[in-house]
């Protein structure tokens, strides 16, 4: 009897009824490092930091923290049902294992709408930091041309092989954690202008309960932060030994990544040279004025270059996470043209046509913004709501299986802590998703005040068509 890994991963398989055609030769640190890149802790707090300051002050660096365990909670089920059933996809056949078809193919859907609309959220928000560092002044719509750029270089990148797709994430990963180190001990060791006492100053927002409201509205952007970690378990037909290595490896993302990002809001907070204006927004730029600031315009270039790496591996690895839901999706036949994308390359082992539609549908999403874009920016709202709804979609089907007497059985399960965490992680996710979609901007136009509501209604009641009409789940895989 042979007891390598792989023997190991493909009798796992076998007991499933799965026979994998993936290359399975991404290693631990490769797997960890796609989960990093997907989550990116200098995209995420470079991107919403200015946003996060004006709605709760310095003290939203706290939500860095809160959000964080509210996140490892899930984390700890997620790595549970995929210790027990490591497949490619992972929202999908893990919710379809725990309570069946229907409700994993809404998984499936909501999940897959928000990768498309997170991959063009981050190629559009890339594109500014892309026309700093070359030192262009863009129009709206040469932005969308630079994100639609982006995209397809990512997507040519993915096609091109998992060994390609890890050394790249790997790449991205360090020279993300090593700026992201750099930059944030620079900043703290010689351009220090505000006291670790303004953490706590809640200043105009008010004090006690009172604050609450504003500290809330700010911790929506670490929530941009904490996910990412699922990624590892997307691939998990790729990693060897994954009951063990993936469990493993999201924690360690939700620890470094987590970690990596709270330094990194710390050192942009207590390096602000005039925190009052970043505060009220009459800076609208506080990251690009504190890093010219303290590293001059080519310390500054530098960084965004570091930045940009960032941004393009986090393309990459949502591609990635993308591509192999929708494989094992239509691996099943419960999505139209199953018979193309649920095809693996038999030269690169990639699931081809399914990459290639998660270049071109959030190249399609964001090109709306050529012509309209409060509709392209109220779309890509849907990002990180849906991808909260898909996670508590999972977690409360862990919730129930329990209930109906499933014992997670894989390499790492929690043992008697499974039920307390579940709930635990229930009840948070239940409350992040109610504080996403809490309408704040009473002044604003009602498709922005309430787009987290409309775009989750709209795709949930798309799905609930496709279910209806289709009945893709009555079909046999």
Not at 139 to 156: L, N, P, Q, R, Y
Not at 173 to 193: I, K, S
Not at 204 to 222: D, I, K, R
Request: proline share 5%.
């Amino acid at each position: 009897m042979n007891d390598s890994p792989r023997d190991h991963d493909a009798e796992q398989l076998e007991a499933l009824g799965l026979k994998s055609g993936f290359e399975r030769s991404m290693s631990f640190w490769e797997n960890f490092s796609l989960g990093f890149t997907y989550l990116s802790p200098v995209v995420g707090v470079y991107s919403v930091f200015a946003m996060a300051l004006t709605a709760g002050g310095p003290p939203m660096f706290w939500n860095y923290i809160l959000v964080g365990l509210g996140q490892l909670l899930v984390c700890l089920v997620f790595g549970e049902v995929v210790s027990q059933y490591p497949i490619s996809g992972g929202l999908y056949p893990w919710t379809l294992r725990l309570v069946g078809k229907r409700t994993a193919w809404m998984a499936a859907w909501v999940y897959g709408w928000a990768l498309f609309t997170t991959v063009a959220a981050v190629a559009v928000g890339g594109a500014p930091f892309m026309a700093q560092l070359l030192g262009l002044q863009l129009s709206a719509s040469a932005s969308i041309w630079v994100a639609v750029g982006m995209i397809a270089f990512t997507t040519a990148l993915n096609v091109s092989g998992t060994r390609l797709l890890a050394r790249v994430a790997m790449f991205g990963f360090v020279c993300e954690l090593v700026g992201a180190v750099l930059v944030g001990g620079y900043l703290l060791a010689f351009h220090r202008h505000q006291p670790l006492a303004v953490l706590f100053d809640t200043g105009s927002f008010g004090s006690g309960a009172s604050y609450l409201p504003a500290f809330l509205a700010s911790s929506v952007a670490a929530m941009f932060c904490y996910y990412g970690f699922e990624a590892c378990g997307d691939v998990a037909e790729e990693t060897p030994n994954a009951g063990t290595a993936i469990p493993k490896s999201m924690r360690m993302t939700i620890y470094i990544g987590g970690g990596a990002a709270s330094f990194v809001c710390l050192a942009l907070l207590l390096a602000q040279p005039d925190l009052a204006a970043a505060v009220s927004g009459a800076e609208a730029d506080p990251v690009g004025a504190t890093l010219r600031g303290a590293m001059g315009v080519t310390g500054f270039r530098a960084v965004l270059a570091v930045v940009m790496v960032s941004f393009l591996s986090c393309l990459l690895s949502l591609q990635a996470a993308a591509s192999r839901l929708l494989y094992s999706f239509a691996r099943d036949k419960m999505v139209f043209g199953s018979a193309l994308l649920g095809r693996l390359s038999p030269r690169t082992k990639m699931p081809v046509a399914a990459l290639v539609v998660t270049g071109v549908v959030p190249v399609l999403i964001a090109s709306i913004g050529h012509w309209l874009q409060d509709a392209v920016n109220t779309i890509i709202s849907f990002a990180a709501i849906g991808i909260y709804v898909a996670f508590q979609m999972v977690v409360a089907s862990a919730l129930l299986a329990r209930a109906r007497g499933w014992t997670p059985s894989g390499k790492f399960t929690l043992g008697a802590w499974g039920w307390p965490v579940n709930a635990a992680a229930f009840v948070y996710g239940a409350g992040a998703v109610l504080n996403m979609i809490w309408p704040r901007s009473p002044a604003d136009p009602w498709y922005v005040n309430y787009a987290m509501l409309v775009t989750t209604a709209a795709v949930v009641l798309s799905g609930l068509a496709y279910l209806a009409v289709g009945k893709p789940h009555l079909k046999d895989a």
